[in-house]
């Protein structure tokens, strides 16, 4: 897992290059200029999340990231795909718009939906 609280410098995202390149768009597409993008994550922080094929449901539970992705989890915004299956949930954390943005990779799509389903039921 990638945790990031600052405006991603996209080469160093543990993302393949397509799926970066496409978060990138995702996270740019509300701005007219990356400029403006920057300036509004130093104003109003978010936080982007990228789990990693490898990563399991029990060790993301034991995370100190877990809160956050239990949050996105069950009061998303939206989802949208990602080139290569990847999926971006963006959950908004406050009136200020700071947002947690989590990238899933396709080998835990159906854990993912599975414990989200499990945390919806248990609002």
Do not use: R
Not at 61 to 88: G, H, N, R, V
Request: charge should be negative; hydrophobic fraction near 40%.
């Amino acid at each position: 897992m990638q945790y990031l609280n600052h405006w991603p410098d996209i080469t160093k995202l543990a993302l393949p290059d397509p799926v970066a390149q496409d978060l990138y768009q995702q996270l740019l597409e509300p701005f007219s200029s990356e400029g403006e993008a920057k300036a509004l994550w130093v104003e109003v922080p978010s936080t982007i999340i990228i789990l990693n094929s490898f990563d399991s449901i029990d060790q993301l539970m034991k995370s100190d990231s877990w809160s956050d992705i239990a949050f996105t989890l069950t009061y998303p915004e939206y989802t949208e795909p990602l080139k290569m299956d990847y999926q971006l949930m963006v959950a908004i954390v406050n009136d200020s718009g700071s947002g947690i943005f989590l990238v899933i990779p396709p080998e835990l799509s159906t854990l993912i939906t599975e414990k989200q389903t499990e945390l919806n039921n248990n609002v």
